[in-house]
């Protein structure tokens, strides 16, 4: 079978390993909670997880459980002192997103804060690089960066996302992750008029796309769908990086997830 | 075109955000280094990335270009005291993975430790829904999760991957991506008898895949290739939970991932 690499090694050091067992306890069930763990000391503290059989699966595996942990994000938070949250910069090529997340993560640093940025290009070398610029492909590199995001923000970490993400519903959709696991997400739009990001050109991205070379660049063939509630516009044309820094640092303060005494 | 969505409204509307521009400086370079902002101050002070255009792409994607923040990994540490590792917790099914990852990410948030579990199912409920259990389909879902656990790492966290994971390339290239970032890769095989794990099956797996119910599961028609190299061997079925975990916080503490000052 293609799917055995070397199996007669495997197996042999597999069957190698058996060791007589004394203690093994059968599997154990304690109102839906599962002890799935036996050894020389059975006991309740080898319940560590509870499986949720019900749990929705709208994937393609079969035969997977929810594994609930032994912590909750509130008591998560109340250890280590630091809230998550995703922070989704969304805007034209050339608006400022990468430019302002660097600087924010900087800002958040020096303040001891847990942060991490996220960026367009940076993902599609690693985590995407599987996907290219059709609209199905970046449907699904938004989507994977929402569900990235959603982990991270989760664990604690103040998340910066910079992607164009142009459009409304796929950041509908990473919203939505966030809220139904009550973490908090935060709609930033670096606002600036198209001919501004064009005039910047920072990778000359737009000169190519004008000239045939590049098919489906948001604002040349492809749109960018403007967010309808975002939580914070920044018109980045009007302020320098510094300024656009404070502008997030207050937002972050009012939403609580900054506070100034980090 | 297809790629459209409601072109109409989302042009009109990012046309009639257009402004008067006063102060759009030229894109400018200095040494390599970009300054794409261009504000009312324009000035050093927005240069906060820097673009690596010679990054080896191996991905899909073209005209991207690799974004370095103002922050190197050390300069993280050094401002937030948490240095990440990834703990890569292999083995079969039933073998405890969930169970210690668990248990280890509860004693570690408990000394304020920066830390986040992912784990087998629970990521084909998200980041990994569009996948099953074809070789091919195992083969990217590690793949993604080596990606995703060294962003995580790079953070600062100490990730811990509770996967089967039953293929050694699959885990040499995830350790390959840590390594080649100056990141902390710790491979922990749990190891009991496959009898042991089938006797516990947790899920009712094996029964099932005994049955012919499930196709390419590990230990019966799919092979687990046993590390080469792990970090640490716990054998599940000698130690409880509570020593396992103690276990991998020496080795945590030996490879100077936790301190005990913590």
Redesign the interface.
């Given at each position: 079978?293609?799917?055995?690499?070397?199996?007669a090694?495997?197996?042999s050091?597999?069957?190698s390993?058996?060791?007589s067992?004394s203690s093994?306890a059968?599997?154990s069930r304690v109102q839906g909670r599962?002890l799935?763990?036996?050894?020389?000391?059975?006991?309740d503290?080898?319940s560590?997880?509870t499986?949720d059989y019900n749990?929705k699966?709208?994937?393609?595996?079969?035969?997977?459980?929810?594994?609930e942990?032994?912590?909750s994000n509130d008591?998560?938070v109340a250890?280590?002192?630091?809230r998550g949250a995703t922070l989704w910069i969304t805007g034209l090529s050339?608006s400022?997103k990468?430019?302002?997340a660097?600087?924010l993560?900087?800002r958040l640093?020096?303040n001891?804060?847990?942060?991490?940025?996220?960026?367009?290009?940076?993902i599609?070398?690693?985590?995407?690089?599987?996907?290219?610029?059709t609209?199905k492909?970046r449907e699904?590199n938004i989507r994977?960066i929402g569900?990235?995001a959603?982990?991270?923000t989760?664990?604690?970490?103040i998340t910066i996302t910079a992607f164009i993400s142009p459009?409304?519903?796929d950041r509908d959709l990473a919203r939505k992750?966030h809220e139904n696991s009550g973490l908090k997400f935060l709609e930033v739009l670096m606002?600036v008029?198209?001919?501004?990001a064009e005039?910047?050109?920072?990778?000359g991205?737009y000169k190519?796309a004008r000239a045939g070379l590049?098919k489906?660049f948001t604002?040349n063939?492809?749109?960018?769908?403007?967010p309808e509630k975002p939580e914070l516009v920044i018109?980045?044309?009007?302020?320098?990086?510094?300024?656009s820094v404070d502008i997030i640092m207050k937002t972050l303060t009012d939403h609580g997830v900054f506070k100034k005494s980090n």
């Open positions: 079978m293609a799917l055995f690499r070397n199996p090694v495997a197996i050091k597999q069957l390993r058996q060791s067992l093994v059968a599997l599962v799935p763990l036996a050894g020389r000391a059975f006991s503290k080898n560590t997880q499986f749990k699966n709208e994937g393609k595996s079969s035969n997977i459980v929810w594994s942990g032994l912590i008591e998560r250890l280590t002192g630091q050339g400022g990468s430019t302002i660097c600087a993560e900087h640093l020096k001891g804060v847990n942060t991490y940025r996220l960026d367009g290009d940076n599609r070398f690693g985590l995407c690089k599987d996907l290219g610029f609209a492909d699904e994977r569900e990235v959603k982990l991270m989760d664990s604690g970490c459009y409304q519903r992750l606002d008029p198209l001919a501004v005039q910047r050109d920072p990778k991205l190519k590049i489906g604002g063939d492809d749109p960018y769908e403007l018109p980045t044309h009007e302020h320098d990086v510094d300024e």
